[in-house]
């Protein structure tokens, strides 16, 4: 998974400052930044009537702490994400280590059988080789 860290890195200016401003944009820290100064707008828009108070709603208080909030949703989303994929890539690599396993015992088994087919065999010839001796003897 090193290569996958190595991925996220910024590859000119432009990508590391949109990578360095949204981390820092993207932290709930950044949220409660953003609130406070929400609020502090917040007494001029109750005094100048409902038309502002739900502009300052939508366009301040909702834009400047929703974003980071978001973002905030969307970087823990990614994490977990990432976690059950990395999880997945392991379970994937124990299951073809299995595959692995049974395909060699299989090939064992296989041999072990062939094995022991000979070993009838050639039991079977020397039953038939001891029983034409007894049978051999008996007539004499």
Not at 27 to 35: D, G, N, R, S, V
Not at 39 to 61: R, V
Not at 71 to 84: I, L, P
Request: hydrophobic letters at 45%; glycine letters at 4%.
């Amino acid at each position: 998974m090193e290569q996958h860290e190595a991925a996220k890195k910024p590859t000119n200016f432009n990508n590391w400052l949109a990578v360095k401003i949204t981390d820092v944009v993207g932290t709930m820290w950044c949220a409660y930044i953003f609130a406070i100064l929400a609020l502090i707008s917040l007494p001029q828009a109750i005094q100048s009537g409902t038309s502002a108070l739900i502009g300052w709603i939508a366009q301040t208080f909702l834009q400047l702490v929703l974003l980071s909030i978001i973002m905030v949703g969307q970087k823990v989303a990614a994490e977990k994400s990432d976690r059950q994929l990395e999880q997945t890539y392991y379970d994937a690599e124990a299951l073809l280590q299995i595959s692995d396993d049974m395909h060699k015992l299989v090939k064992q088994n296989v041999t072990l059988t062939q094995q022991v087919s000979e070993l009838l065999g050639q039991n079977t010839q020397l039953t038939e080789q001891i029983n034409k001796l007894i049978c051999h003897k008996g007539k004499k």
